[in-house]
T-cell receptor, first 112, second 114 residues
């Protein structure tokens, strides 16, 4: 069974540019989560999809971040425009129920 | 979700049992104890979870005290690949409310010594 995959693995952009991160959850998992770890800080929850609906987006830092999950399969997280403080590692996770969450390898974002 | 307290770091000799403690004195009756770990440069990995009974799976054992105010994760035969940051997380599981996202603290950096 394929795990959670994320693309790209690394992204380096300049301040003010736009970046789109993609997450492919485990097949059949209705729940999809986004988290991030910025430098020196703890891993923080961003938002949770159930199928294509946003169930909880309380962790989204501001309106420069837009997450979508059209069709309830893969999800994208767009940062526009990117700021220096957005640098970090963005993790995606999926789950069938609310118990175990399976995490992807993360996307390392560097904003210069 | 209840707050958890873990030691910042621990060492363990390879082949020995690693015992990682966690305090969660404000845990509520419907909150489960979860353990995840993050091996360097990888995404977090689920290990085990429990409500009040001790649990065991192929990775580890979870011992929860009778008053549920603390727990211990046991890796029975630690290997070098078990070097990671281990997170103890308390949250409501299954349906019926509670935050959906996991709240990661600072965790315990477990170093397995050869």
């Amino acid at each position: 069974e394929a795990g959670v995959t994320q693309f790209p693995s690394h992204s380096v952009i300049e301040k003010g540019q736009t970046v789109t991160l993609r997450c492919d959850p485990i097949s059949g998992h209705d729940n999809l989560y986004w988290y991030r770890r910025v430098m020196g800080k703890e891993i923080k929850f961003l938002l949770h999809f159930v199928k294509e609906s946003k169930q909880d987006e309380s962790g989204m830092p501001n309106n420069r971040f837009l997450a979508e999950r059209t069709g309830g399969t893969y999800s994208t997280l767009k940062v526009q425009p990117a700021e220096l403080e957005d640098s970090g590692v963005y993790f995606c996770a999926s789950s069938q129920g609310r118990d175990k969450q399976f995490f992807g390898p993360g996307t390392r974002l560097t904003v210069l | 979700d209840a707050k958890t307290t873990q030691p910042t770091s621990m060492d363990c000799a390879e082949g020995r049992a690693a015992n990682l403690p966690c305090n969660h004195s404000t845990i509520s009756g419907n909150e489960y104890v979860y353990w995840y770990r993050q091996i360097h440069s990888q995404g977090p990995q689920y290990i085990i979870h429990g409500l009040k009974n001790n649990e065991t799976n192929e990775m580890a054992s979870l011992i929860i005290t009778e008053d549920r105010k603390s727990s211990t994760l046991i890796l029975p035969h630690a290997t070098l690949r078990d070097t990671a940051v281990y997170y103890c997380i308390v949250r409501v599981s299954n349906s019926g409310g509670g935050a959906d996202g996991l709240t990661f603290g600072k965790g315990t950096h477990l170093i397995i010594q050869p």
